[in-house]
Structures are given as structure tokens and as C-alpha cells.
């Protein structure tokens, strides 16, 4: 486990070590750190962009796990490459904008395994800002 403060020198520090960097990624960041907004679930929120940034700069493929419920506490894991559909390529952050349409996907198939307590949407888009 890596604290998210400590993930930049962490990265650098094993850049030539082979490994699979897992980034849990639905949380709501502080209003401050908000530098990317689309709709989501029918609502405007923001979203981190810090694992699309580190991605890039380390020429990481970036995945979505696609989890599915088989039994209780036994679960199936796909990873599915997130390659940005055409649309997404017309954001600012078109990786994080495809893990969204991957994860409203997800949320629909699985409603009852999201988490929906966590106050996904307690910020508001800033007047002016782009949608």
C-alpha cells in the first residue's frame, strides 16, 4: 500500500520493476482538487485526474477492473483496457472521461454492489465551467 501522497515517488523510485498499480478512483476529491467535471449518473461531478496524469507520464495502460458478485465474498475480476472511445477524445482527459462510461456501465449492471452512501455528488460545477 502506497499513501496517495507518497504514489509520484514511489513511481520513481521502481520505475524498472514490473508491477501492477492498483488506484481505488470513485472517491470524491476536495472541491480544491477537482480539475476535471462531467456528468455522471445524470449529475454533474468531478473527478481526479491524477492516475490519467501519472499514467501518461510513466506510459502505464490504465485498465478498469470490472468486478462481478458470484457468491458470497467470491467475486470474478476482468480487466478491461480503458482505450478512450471516439467522444472521450474530445475532452481534456479522455481517460478519465472513458473510466466514467465504463463505470455508469458497471453501476447499471451491479447497482446493488456500488457504494452508494458516499456522497458522490456533495460538490456543485462552478458557474462557467465547461461541461
Known sequence: MVRMKDTLRHLINHKKQPRLFCML???????SEIQYWTTFMNQDA???????????????RVFFIHAQRVG??????KFLPIIPAEQALKTAFPVTEQFTRMLEDWICENPADYLWS???????????EAS
Do not use: C, I
Open 72 to 77: 458470497r465474498g467470491y467475486y470474478n475480476f
Open 25 to 31: 478512483s470513485d472517491q470524491t476529491p476536495p472541491k
Open 46 to 60: 468531478g473527478f481526479f485526474v491524477g492516475g490519467e496524469k501519472l499514467a501518461a507520464s510513466f506510459k502505464m
Open 118 to 128: 458516499h456522497r458522490r455528488w456533495k460538490h456543485k460545477r462552478p458557474e462557467g
